[in-house]
């Protein structure tokens, strides 16, 4: 257990280094299970994990064309955010193979612009007290968030769950680090 919190410990500071939205991300959804040996018990049965796989497979790609289509319907200038969402499916720390047990953990990634946006920052503009507002004294005028993420993942939330609790009862949903910081 030492060795993977280190191991998870140390991805988390890499990637804090990388990126500069690191108090932001990552965006992802944990399902994390009570024990392994519960988890030995159900990657006996393949085809229902394969089925399990599946069916979170096309939950992510259902929220993924959600989100584009929220994009398209809010950003106005939409040049890269749409094309640069991905998601990101993990199994034992390691990106999905269908070969290789049951999705734990599925993410979303984008440009760095999408968060500017949901939140309304970026140039000559930051967040105070959960209000965006202009660097400059002389312009206060603040600007308006567009939330095109967090309202669609909200939409979706209860469909995960009820895939989840189909698979199996000792899995519980973490969905602390989806959502962007309002």
Request: proline content about 3%.
């Amino acid at each position: 257990m030492a060795h993977l919190e280190r191991f998870e410990n140390q991805n988390r500071r890499l990637w804090a280094k990388r990126n500069r939205f690191a108090n932001e991300g990552p965006f992802e959804i944990e399902i994390i299970g009570e024990s392994t040996i519960s988890k030995y018990n159900r990657l006996k049965d393949v085809e229902s994990v394969n089925e399990f796989n599946s069916k979170v497979q096309n939950w992510g790609s259902k929220v993924k064309f959600d989100l584009i289509e929220s994009i398209g319907n809010l950003v106005k200038h939409d040049e890269y955010l749409s094309r640069s969402l991905k998601n990101n499916y993990y199994t034992d720390n390691k990106p999905y193979s269908s070969n290789w047990g049951e999705i734990d953990r599925i993410g979303f990634s984008f440009r760095p612009e999408g968060v500017f946006i949901h939140l309304g920052v970026g140039r000559g503009y930051h967040r105070n007290g959960g209000v965006t507002v202009r660097h400059s004294k002389q312009n206060t005028m603040g600007r308006e968030p567009i939330l095109w993420f967090n309202p669609v993942i909200h939409k979706h939330v209860q469909d995960l769950s009820r895939i989840v609790e189909e698979y199996s009862e000792d899995l519980v949903i973490n969905f602390s680090r989806i959502y962007l910081a309002e």
